[in-house]
């Protein structure tokens, strides 16, 4: 056996050609996947997410370094020496920076402009507060956004995949999706939880931001999936819908495993190298990829075979 050989067994388990048989195990995975639930839950049933100062209230406050930037540890550590709770730092150009707290009084500012220009000259570009009745509203617009966006997507789902054989309708892949989006959104929110109660991570616009991605993300990958179930389907439909949809995951492997490799590559890049501001927004783009490719590979056909099996028994 030469090279040639080995090269092409290299290539043959990276194109995934060998038929895993992921639907046959379907009930291990929504074991876990259950359990992965329950504890994100109960994370943030006992920690509760800690909103950030754009949603509770607070003060904000932009100043500009007139020569290098100090490190972000030393500026933490000024802020902590006053006491100022719930602050979170975000780097604005080369040298600027924004501290957001919750409610400073007149007198936290100014010792707070003086202890920082112990380590550095500085100019303040503006000083404000977010009043609750502006976070209350912004905090709503999110929601409604959320709603709007979600809907939006479930509707696509329903008229995209009308008229196709094997007993399962439209709208049942649509709800398919829906339960699949509520774990990819719930599971990477539990692990906030928790860190919001070891290290104070909050819930921010950024975050927001990127569940919101992550939703668009995940909804592809599961779509890309019953796409294939559909294609399949439509060549023969009388075979086994559960082998149909077992093959749909297994021909769409290679393709979601690369994409999320190559997707993750620059977000590891922006956690590590991007600064304090973006950290939790990069990190929640690495557990929403992480959690969406999951589901589309383990959870989405599974779902659909589970409801026929379903269907088939109450007849």
């Known amino acids: 056996m030469g090279f040639e050989y080995y090269l092409e067994l290299v290539v043959w388990f ?39 100062v754009e949603f ?26 006053l ?13 600027g920076v924004i501290i957001r707290a919750e409610s400073i009084s007149p007198e936290k500012h100014a010792a707070l402009l003086n202890s920082l220009g112990e380590i550095g000259e500085f100019e303040e570009k503006s000083f404000e507060g977010i009043g609750p009745v502006v976070g209350k509203e912004l905090a709503d617009k999110m929601a409604t956004l ?5 809907a939006a997507m479930l509707l696509y789902i329903a ?22 989006l509520c774990h990819d959104i719930i599971v990477p929110l539990g692990v906030f939880a928790l860190l919001g109660a070891r290290y104070g991570a909050q819930i921010t616009i950024p975050v927001i931001t ?12 599961v779509i890309v999936v019953y796409d294939r179930v559909r294609e399949n389907l439509s060549r023969d439909h009388r075979a086994d819908f559960g082998e149909n949809a077992n093959r749909a995951v297994n021909q769409t492997l290679s ?23 973006l950290n939790h927004f990069a990190l929640a783009l690495i557990l929403g990829i992480a959690v969406g490719t999951y589901s589309s590979v383990f959870l989405a056909a599974q779902s659909l075979v589970f409801w026929r099996d379903l269907r088939d028994r109450k007849r």
């Open 210 to 221: 990127a569940l919101l991605i992550v939703v668009g993300y995940a909804i592809n990958n």
């Open 255 to 277: 393709r979601q495993i690369n994409t999320s490799l190559l997707t993750l590559l620059p977000v590891f890049a922006i956690y590590f190298w991007g600064g304090a501001s």
């Open 83 to 95: 006491e100022i709770g719930g602050a979170s730092l975000y780097a604005v150009g080369d040298n």
């Open 56 to 81: 509770t209230g607070g003060s904000v406050l932009e100043i500009e370094w007139r020569q290098d930037r100090p490190d972000n540890a030393l500026i933490r550590e000024k802020i902590d020496a």
């Open 146 to 150: 959320v709603f709007v966006s979600l």
């Open 14 to 52: 990276l194109e995934f050609k060998i038929m895993i048989p992921f639907v046959k195990y379907k009930n291990i995975f929504f074991g876990f996947t259950l359990m992965a639930i329950l504890a994100s839950v109960a994370a943030i049933a006992v920690w509760g997410l800690k909103p950030g």
């Open 159 to 180: 008229v995209a995949f009308r008229n196709i054989p094997g007993r399962i309708k439209s709208w049942q892949y649509g709800v398919a999706s829906f339960l699949i």
